[in-house]
């Protein structure tokens, strides 16, 4: 009777662990870095943050970008260097995928007149 309970038990907790973890892997979390286009080519994009931060995306072919500065840039193929972007990515890929670029208004640097 208590070996029958143990089992019960067991897998009880693991079917209570499966459904809490399940959600959190299935849904992997975007995350966003905020940059500079440092250097791109029709595969590649490496973002500096100005903090000493320098990521490297690779483009996949459902690459969305969106401008919302000029609205001029619709493709990767439009972006150019020293474009002002955020990036969206999972943080499970190795190496990092580009799923979401969106270009943003030029940054004013500090001191600099408006």
Same mark, same amino acid.
């Given at each position: 009777?208590?070996?029958?309970?143990?089992?019960?038990?067991?897998?009880?907790?693991v079917?209570?662990?499966?459904?809490?973890?399940?959600?959190?892997?299935?849904?992997?979390?975007?995350?966003?870095?905020?940059?500079?286009? %440092?250097?791109?080519?029709? &595969? =590649?994009?490496?973002? #500096?943050?100005?903090q000493? @931060?320098?990521?490297?995306f690779? *483009?996949? +072919?459902?690459?969305?970008?969106? %401008?919302?500065?000029?609205? &001029? =840039?619709?493709?990767? #193929?439009?972006?150019?260097? @020293?474009?002002?972007?955020?990036? *969206?990515? +999972?943080?499970?890929?190795k190496?990092?995928?580009?799923?979401?670029?969106?270009?943003?208004p030029?940054?004013?640097e500090?001191?600099?007149?408006?």
């Amino acid at each position: 009777m208590r070996k029958l309970a143990r089992t019960f038990a067991l897998v009880g907790l693991v079917a209570l662990g499966a459904a809490v973890l399940a959600p959190s892997t299935a849904l992997a979390q975007y995350r966003e870095f905020t940059g500079l286009i %440092d250097k791109i080519n029709d &595969k =590649k994009m490496i973002v #500096d943050n100005r903090q000493g @931060d320098k990521v490297t995306f690779d *483009k996949v +072919k459902d690459t969305k970008v969106e %401008d919302t500065h000029e609205g &001029k =840039k619709k493709s990767w #193929d439009d972006l150019k260097s @020293d474009d002002h972007v955020t990036v *969206k990515w +999972k943080m499970v890929d190795k190496p990092r995928k580009a799923y979401e670029v969106i270009v943003l208004p030029p940054k004013k640097e500090a001191g600099e007149e408006l």
